[in-house]
């Protein structure tokens, strides 16, 4: 094997992380695959290395931490994202030994790590910060797929296979142990209405916030090899318009981050095709500085497609297919 394997993807860029903006390196890394695996609108779990024994895994995942070390110079990013198919705290997905590759490879930075609830631990937290923690001010966040504060929904659109009482114990341990929380929510999963999924997000947003430092809106796109591409190839599923994300986010009472991946795309959050553009660069900006008027200010010019969207708000009806594409 090569010394060093490119992961899945790494880039630079900025987040705004505790009020702050920090620049950021993100990275995915080619992992065990996620052992959960039943998401019906996860894609990444398609992606999974498939070696044949725990050894080769290890050995292949500290390439990738390898080649992040030799391409970016340690003094180009303050924030660091790790992300795999999974749960970066999953044993079996990401061994110990290379868990420990991250935080040397990280130490002294900020980090980002996304888990399910079930693999946050006590243990785990004091192993990760034991040699990353170097007196930074936050230096661990733990990111959760929460997706809704509804058992119901996320239960039945999702199949997330655990509830929001699991989300708030996975949060009391990360507190008692000095780490903060990032909450994942997902706008329009399957089988709500664009009304629906709106005032779900609107109520999940209220209902997670005293139990989350940052919350982070996603708006749900289409994946391939997914349960919910087969949906959507029937024309019985359309992902969020990007005026029902605008408006969550100017009504919310805290501040929401948000990265409209795939806006303007079929597959991902659209509008009409001509306002996407000005609305997803608003929505990015909003993310950084927190800055409702750079939202109000595109919200206000609006476009012909807005009354689409209103109308689609009065007439879509539960359990029925979407009225547009």
Known sequence: MSASIKPLASWKGQDRYFCEVMSSLTCIFLSGGCSWNRCRMCGYKNDRNTCGSRKELIEHMNAQIAWISENYASDEYELGKIFTSGSVLDPVEVPHEVLDSFKRLFAGKSVIIESRVEYVTEDALSR??????????????????????????????????????????????????????KAYLMMKPLFLTEQEAMADMQNSIAEVAPYADIVSMNLCTVQGRTELEQYWHRGEFRPPYLWSAMKVLLNADTAVTCD????????????????????VAAINEYSLNADKSILQAVWDVGCSCKKEWEYVLDNETPWNMPLTD
């Open 128 to 181: 990760f910060l034991s040699t990353l923690d170097q007196g930074q001010l936050h230096p661990l966040t733990v990111a959760i797929g929460l997706e809704t504060t509804n058992d119901a929904v996320r239960d039945k659109s999702i199949n997330k296979g655990f509830s929001f009482e699991d989300f708030v114990h996975a949060a009391d341990i990360c507190y008692d142990a000095g780490v903060g929380v």
């Open 260 to 279: 409209p991946i795939g806006g303007g795309f079929r597959r991902g959050p659209h509008n009409c095709g001509i306002c996407d553009k000005d609305i």
